[in-house]
Nanobody, 123 residues
């Protein structure tokens, strides 16, 4: 079965950095767009960033542009999220997801989800 396993979350200070990883198995990784979403308790999932199957296209929510970078390694079946200049408002549970359309952009295409990794940014 498909598994997406996130790692790398934790506690960081404002202005600091964290790098999240998501290891995928049970699917042909290079066929899928990938994305990162986040959720604050009591709110809906928010799309943070996505990357197309080839890595050629990336998308970011405005609030993280210039601070976060998504990348992927289709040999290691892993997608990464480099988070720099962290802010307290980045505090959330971060989820990795796989997009069956390959685009990595639209919520409707994301069909597989990881269990999440918590990111907490202190001021």
């Amino acid at each position: 079965q498909v598994q997406l396993v996130e790692s790398g979350g934790g506690l960081a200070q404002a202005g600091g950095s964290l790098r999240l990883s998501c290891a995928a198995s049970g699917l042909t990784f290079s066929n899928y767009g990938m994305g990162w979403f986040r959720q604050v308790q009591g709110k809906e999932h928010e799309f943070v960033t996505g990357i197309s199957w080839s890595g050629g296209s990336t998308y970011y929510v405005d609030s993280v542009k210039g601070r976060f970078t998504i990348s992927r390694d289709n040999v290691k079946n892993t997608v990464y999220l480099q988070m720099d200049s962290l802010k307290p408002e980045d505090t959330a549970m971060y989820y990795c997801a796989a997009d069956k359309t390959g685009g990595g952009r639209y919520r409707i295409g994301f069909v597989y989800w990881g269990q999440g990794t918590q990111v907490t940014v202190s001021s």
